[in-house]
């Protein structure tokens, strides 16, 4: 049995790393929480195993401030020489990039792909004017000269990037020493970088040797890194939501169905991790969370006003979460509208429906008992005795005569008798 588990225990392993060993990241797309994660988790990685090198593969548009400045920190204070390489080609390092690739020990380019265009902009890609504009500026200048200083790259052109968002080709960052080199392909990388000293996180010297010879590790995402990335769609994350509101909806109008109930919720929980991910606020999420209540509450109290007010706190809610994303992280306006309007229809129509339930009169007493089957007890001829729910009534046949046991429909009562017919 022990060895059962042990050899169990192997199998639910991963690989053993080797140690020397070059570690590649595929970093491509946005910058934001999912990939801020992806290269932390990497970097420690490499760090257990002793890896003599990290190469991010890098191609970015840019993307979220605050995980551009963890992505940067990680790489600074990483004891394993981490080395940036834009590419393929045609790839970019915009904006967040141009940050991420100054601040690795080695920033190479491959051919045709550019690096630049890094000035502070809204989430809809306007200019950020003012005070405020004034003030992310100048932090983001005086982060991109820090990151310059610290590596000896050229800190003028830097600062260019992100005052007037100028931007330069593979050949021209080697020009202006924003890069090291240009590398035609990884091996070329490797070819390169070989015996380069650089300064890794702890403040030692590191002289990179026989990268050529080195084994390669790519390091992947893992199963639930590639999961989040999935749910941290906008736009699959908002219909996750719905979907679960109205699941919870059919839940508790329709009692006992369990399962509309419990899968709401699952894809309620999902949709509100995935927004997690992303760069939203969570006093947005709170809005949003607090409008589907008020709507749910709605459905049961038949206010109205509390319908409007959830439809307000979503409507609100979806502006202020959404507020600082970048546009690649900002769910569709239109599906948004849909999904609202979806919504709320739904909502007014279950509403409509419960109060149509509540403004119908309960039928009482012998009026409840009409359309229902009845046992006669006694010979109907045409009077008798009849047995139906339970009780026994006196009641009158209109037409011919019932014997005992013959089967009877009320369709009326005149006082406390109900009147019957025989049923064939």
């Not at 890794?200 to 199963?223: I, M, Q, Y």
């Not at 809610?317 to 994303?325: C, E, I, K, S, W």
Request: with cysteine.
């Amino acid at each position: 049995m022990i060895a059962g588990v042990a050899m169990l225990a192997a199998a639910c392993g991963g690989r053993p790393v080797p140690k020397d060993a070059v570690h590649v990241l595929d970093a491509s797309g946005d910058v934001g929480p999912s990939m801020d994660t992806y290269i932390g988790r990497a970097i420690r990685d490499a760090e257990t195993s002793q890896a003599k090198l990290v190469v991010i593969e890098l191609d970015t548009p840019g993307g979220d401030l605050d995980s551009m400045r963890s992505i940067v920190q990680k790489i600074e204070a990483s004891t394993v020489p981490v080395a940036v390489y834009v590419s393929p080609a045609g790839a970019r390092a915009a904006s967040a990039g141009t940050f991420i690739t100054m601040a690795a020990n080695i920033a190479a380019m491959a051919p045709s792909t550019n690096i630049g265009a890094a000035s502070p902009i809204n989430s809809n890609g306007s200019d950020i004017g003012g005070t405020l504009g004034t003030k992310v500026m100048n932090d983001a200048v005086a982060f991109i000269r820090s990151i310059a200083d610290l590596r000896g790259r050229n800190a003028d052109w830097a600062e260019q990037a992100v005052r007037n968002a100028v931007a330069v080709n593979s050949a021209g960052a080697v020009t202006l020493h924003v890069v090291d080199f240009q590398a035609a392909s990884f091996d070329d990388l490797l070819k390169q970088s070989n015996g380069r000293t650089v300064t890794v996180g702890n403040g030692s010297k590191v002289t990179l040797t026989n990268l050529e010879d080195a084994p390669v590790v790519h390091t992947d995402k893992s199963a639930w890194e590639q999961f989040v990335d999935v749910i941290s769609n906008p736009s699959l994350a908002s219909i996750l939501i719905t979907l679960g509101f109205i699941g919870l909806i059919i839940e508790m109008s329709h009692p006992g169905l369990i399962a509309p109930g419990t899968l709401g919720a699952i894809a309620m929980v999902l949709g509100f991790l995935g927004l997690g991910e992303l760069p939203v606020t969570g006093a947005g999420l709170a809005l949003i969370g607090l409008g589907l209540l008020f709507l749910a509450i709605d459905l049961f109290v038949a206010s109205g006003v509390l319908g409007a007010t959830g439809v307000l706190a979503m409507i609100i809610g979806a502006f202020v979460a959404f507020r600082g994303a970048p546009s690649g992280a900002r769910p569709s306006t239109v599906l948004l509208v849909v999904l609202g309007l979806f919504a709320v229809g739904l909502v007014v129509s279950l509403a409509t429906t419960v109060m149509k339930v509540r403004n119908r009169a309960a039928p009482m007493g012998t009026h409840a008992l009409e359309g229902h089957i009845a046992i006669a007890r006694t010979v109907l001829a045409p009077e008798g005795y009849v047995f139906v729910q339970g009780e026994r009534w006196r009641a009158a046949l209109d037409h011919g005569t019932a014997q005992v046991g013959d089967r009877v429909r009320i369709v009326g009562a005149d006082g406390f008798r109900l009147r019957v017919t025989k049923e064939e």
